[in-house]
């Protein structure tokens, strides 16, 4: 079954304790990305990636970091979490422009 | 770069009611259009995608949207909404090249019994 999956599903963590989210996909697909959804805010691209070794900055791409060593996985890293990144966040993978969601991680900084 | 504006950020309607949900979108080049649909507590999955060709688009599940270049809108239509419908729908343009996805704020559809 095509997919993107996520883990974990929900944390919570406490401020500066460094996390990862992993991503990956099993459709071969060159483009990955990661999105964060905030209420009233929709979602906002946080980073993509075009392909291996090759990454770049969303709309809102402080305080992340990413890397795409291997064409299937793209973990989403928070060196030093902080409260403001509490939020809801979704891996994407794409195709031809339509995005393929993971069915998204819940993070909750304290 | 792209941007997309969803009207309302709510719309309550009655069950078998007709809904329409507003998207404009602005872009400098030709772009796709896309609508995604989130049921509460799930990620989000497509609903219906105009990329060329037939600026009528329908979904599986009775949902359609038409595309309007002149007034670059994507709104979303269903003449007989059912409690299941329920759900934030999300309105999102690509652009040409290499971007990602830029989506709305989200519209919340609410169906009354």
């Known amino acids: 079954e095509a997919q993107v999956t996520q883990n974990p599903r929900y944390l919570i963590t406490v401020t500066g304790k460094k996390l990862t989210v992993t991503c990956s996909q099993n459709m071969n697909h060159e483009y990955m990305s990661w999105y964060r959804q905030d209420p009233g805010l929709g979602l906002r691209q946080i980073y993509y990636?075009?392909?291996?070794?090759?990454?770049d900055k969303g709309d809102v791409p402080e305080g992340y970091k990413v890397s795409r060593k291997e064409k299937r996985n793209f973990p989403l890293i928070l060196e030093s979490p902080s409260p403001n990144q509490t939020s809801l966040y979704f891996c994407a993978s794409s195709q031809l422009g339509e995005l393929f969601f993971g069915e998204g991680s819940r993070l909750t900084v304290l | 770069a792209q941007s997309v504006t969803q009207l309302d950020s709510q719309v309550p309607v009655f069950e078998e009611a007709p809904v329409e949900l507003r998207c404009n979108y602005s872009?400098?080049?030709?772009?796709?259009l896309f609508w995604y649909v989130q049921y509460p507590n799930q990620g989000l999955q497509l609903l219906l995608k105009y990329l060329s060709g037939s600026t009528l688009v329908e979904s599986i599940n009775g949902f359609e949207a038409e595309f309007n270049k002149s007034q670059t809108s994507f709104h979303l239509r269903k003449p007989s909404v059912h409690i299941s419908d329920t759900a934030e729908y999300f309105c999102a343009v690509k652009g040409g090249g290499a971007d990602g996805l830029t989506f709305g704020k989200g519209t919340h559809l609410i169906i009354q019994p």
């Open positions: 872009s400098s080049v030709s772009v796709y």
């Open positions: 990636s075009m392909n291996v070794e090759v990454t």
